[in-house]
Every structure is written in structure tokens, then in C-alpha cells.
């Protein structure tokens, strides 16, 4: 069992930027590709970005690409989201997720084991 905390939403104005945290507990976070994935109201999930077990490799909707950045720490067991030049566009409830894997339908949200319980990020125009 992994557990998943996220903290560091709130409200900003058009291009400012947040920092998304993403604190796992349980079962060994290492072992684990995290994803991020956003909500808004009356709209479906949709994948934003997820990084390997290792961190070697990054993914990115193209919405975001060159605004947002995923890391991890595995020291800390935890996963952030650096957004940047934040759109109105981006508010939404922000998840972050943990798999396996990255395997097919990842950005589909597929595959992701345990989910955390969200963070809202606001942005006005």
C-alpha cells in the first residue's frame, strides 16, 4: 500500500507559478513511476505529466510542455510539479498517482496503482 499526499495548491494570477508536492508513504516510493494528472470542473482527467521510477525519463502533456517540470526525490519520497507561466486553463484539481510502471494507456491513467486525494490550484486571469 502507497500512500499519497499532494500540497503546495492555492490561488495565483495568469503567469505566475506553483510548486505541486506529491509525499508518498508505504511501500518503497523508488519502486514506482509517479504521474500527475488534473481535474477541472465539468471536464474529464487528463494526464499531465509523469516521470519513471528512476527519474531518467520525463513526459509531458503538450499543453504544459516547457511550462511545467516533474521531478522526484527519492531521499524524500516525493514527487513535485514546478508549474510555470501558469494559463487560466490550468485550474484544476491536480492528483498525483503512483504505478508500477509506465506501460501502455499511461497517460490514459492507466496503470497508476494509487492515487492521492488532490490539491486545487486556482488560476485568475
Known amino acids: 500500500q502507497v500512500q499519497l499526499v499532494e500540497s503546495g495548491g492555492g490561488l495565483v494570477q495568469a503567469g505566475g507559478s506553483l510548486r505541486l508536492s506529491c509525499a508518498a508513504s508505504?511501500?518503497?516510493?523508488?519502486?514506482?513511476?509517479m504521474g500527475w494528472f488534473r481535474q477541472a470542473p465539468g471536464k474529464e482527467r487528463e494526464f499531465v505529466a509523469a516521470i519513471t521510477y528512476i527519474g531518467r525519463s520525463t513526459y509531458y502533456a503538450d499543453s504544459v510542455k516547457g511550462r511545467f517540470t516533474i521531478s522526484r526525490d527519492s531521499a524524500k519520497n516525493s514527487v513535485y510539479l514546478q508549474m510555470n507561466s501558469l494559463k487560466p486553463e490550468d485550474t484544476a484539481v491536480y492528483y498525483c498517482?503512483?504505478?508500477?510502471?509506465?506501460?501502455?494507456?499511461?497517460?490514459?491513467?492507466?496503470?497508476?496503482?494509487?492515487w492521492g486525494q488532490g490539491t486545487q490550484v486556482t488560476v485568475s486571469s
Open positions: 508505504g511501500r518503497t516510493f523508488s519502486n514506482y513511476a
Open positions: 498517482a503512483a504505478a508500477p510502471g509506465l506501460n501502455r494507456g499511461f497517460k490514459e491513467g492507466r496503470g497508476y496503482d494509487y
